[in-house]
């Protein structure tokens, strides 16, 4: 039986700088886990802030799913400004955690 070993290029010259500073591995694993230690609460302080708004959004898709169709799409074009708005308030937010998102995986990598 005969195996066949791959290398990447790209692995050598990330296995040199580990091997020269083994202090940033440890030192982003514990940034990592402070961070998450900090950031436990808040998480679920927004969880427990969002379960209501969660719960009645779902009682309103499954009455919007069980009424006739004309019903539903004047309400829906009644809808469709504050649903709008609310686009375009989360937008922000969204485009910050993405953006925090990505950053964190930058840095671990």
Do not use: C, D, E, Q
């Not at 066949?4 to 500073?21: D, E, K």
């Amino acid at each position: 039986m005969k195996a066949v070993m791959t290398m990447s290029t790209g692995y050598r010259p990330v296995a040199a700088a580990r091997s020269t500073n083994p202090n940033v591995n440890a030192w982003l694993g514990t940034a990592r886990s402070s961070a998450l230690f900090v950031a436990a609460p808040l998480i679920g302080l927004v969880y427990a802030v969002a379960f209501p708004f969660v719960g009645l959004a779902m009682l309103a898709w499954f009455a919007v799913r069980a009424m006739p169709k004309k019903v539903k799409n004047v309400l829906l074009f009644f809808a469709s400004p504050f649903i709008g708005l609310a686009y375009a308030v989360a937008f922000p937010f969204v485009g910050l955690g993405m953006a925090v998102w990505f950053g964190a995986r930058a840095m671990t990598k």
